[in-house]
């Protein structure tokens, strides 16, 4: 696939492990308020390629979250990593090991990153990151029709997408969603920093289309949204996110979606399957680098 990588930038950031916060009783979508594991931290139990869904927590986080604690500097952070940029581990036991960036989560304004197992478990949550960012500014000349952002030019390498003699970037996902069905994120005045979330509060719906079965850094497609200034509905238009934390019990929240890829004219044409998922695209970028 054709890419502008020569007007690319790639830049430095730097973060931390961001310790999880004090827990309070939050109302459901039930009616119901529970305490529960929620964000930050090092997640050690769940990663890229684990379900999603039905765990006993809320907007859990894979792997690593990470954030800067200067305000403006993790705005840096959040607006400039991309999936699948390198992470590495610079300080503590697990010092030198190397991650990659797996999505952002807006609100609580974390980044985070897989890691091997192996590398994960020497981790005691103190620890500081170095990320490697590029993508931003990303454009494939024989797709102009296509928005992108937050992907590493190298993971989108890695997918080796089909783009049709129309313009058309044919895209593997897991799942299609109607845009009915996505809520917390709505009214975001950009997607290059964030995520919006799929909202799970109707079991009929979770069933038809699916969700029951996510998992973390499936690559999914929102019908008639347009994400390309902040996710609104247009009909036609094609936005294509991967999740990047859990359920949750929330009116209006579910597994969040961190958009790679928008299409106001419908330029991208999902098509399902069951493998399209970040860990096989990192596996492979693992043993082609």
């Known amino acids: 696939m054709e890419m502008n990588r020569d007007q690319l930038v790639e830049m430095a950031v730097n973060a931390s492990v961001d310790h999880p916060a004090s827990p309070k009783y939050r109302g459901g979508y039930d009616g119901r308020a529970r305490i529960t594991i929620a964000v930050g931290g090092i997640t050690y139990s769940h990663a890229i390629g684990d379900k999603c869904m039905n765990l006993a927590g809320d907007h859990v986080e894979p792997g690593v979250s990470m954030a800067n604690s200067d305000s403006a500097k993790n705005a840096a952070v959040q607006t400039?990593?991309?999936?699948?940029?390198?992470?590495?581990?610079?300080?503590?036991?697990?010092?030198?090991?190397?991650?990659?960036?797996?999505?952002?989560?807006?609100?609580?304004?974390?980044?985070?990153?897989?890691?091997?197992?192996?590398?994960?478990?020497?981790?005691?949550?103190?620890?500081?990151?170095?990320?490697?960012?590029?993508?931003?500014?990303?454009?494939?000349?024989?797709?102009?029709?296509?928005?992108?952002?937050?992907?590493?030019?190298?993971?989108?390498?890695?997918?080796?997408?089909?783009?049709?003699?129309?313009?058309?970037?044919?895209?593997?996902?897991?799942?299609?969603?109607?845009?009915?069905?996505?809520?917390?994120g709505l009214g975001s005045s950009t997607m290059m920093s964030g995520d919006y979330d799929i909202m799970t509060q109707d079991p009929e719906a979770n069933e038809q289309f699916g969700l029951n079965d996510l998992r973390f850094g499936d690559f999914v497609a929102v019908l008639d949204h347009d994400s390309t200034y902040g996710p609104h509905y247009k009909k036609g238009a094609v936005t294509i996110g991967v999740v990047v934390h859990s359920d949750s019990f929330t009116s209006g929240h579910g597994p969040g979606l961190t958009v790679i890829a928008t299409s106001k004219d419908g330029k991208i044409i999902p098509y399902k399957d069951p493998d399209a998922n970040l860990k096989p695209y990192f596996e492979k970028m693992e043993s082609e680098a």
């Open 80 to 184: 400039f990593s991309c999936i699948g940029n390198p992470v590495t581990c610079i300080s503590g036991p697990a010092k030198g090991a190397k991650g990659r960036v797996t999505g952002t989560h807006g609100g609580i304004e974390h980044c985070m990153a897989y890691f091997d197992k192996e590398d994960l478990d020497k981790m005691e949550g103190t620890e500081n990151f170095l990320i490697r960012t590029l993508g931003q500014g990303l454009k494939t000349p024989e797709a102009p029709d296509v928005f992108w952002m937050n992907i590493d030019p190298n993971l989108l390498e890695a997918m080796d997408l089909e783009i049709d003699e129309e313009g058309n970037v044919h895209f593997p996902v897991v799942t299609v969603i109607p845009a009915f069905l996505m809520g917390s």
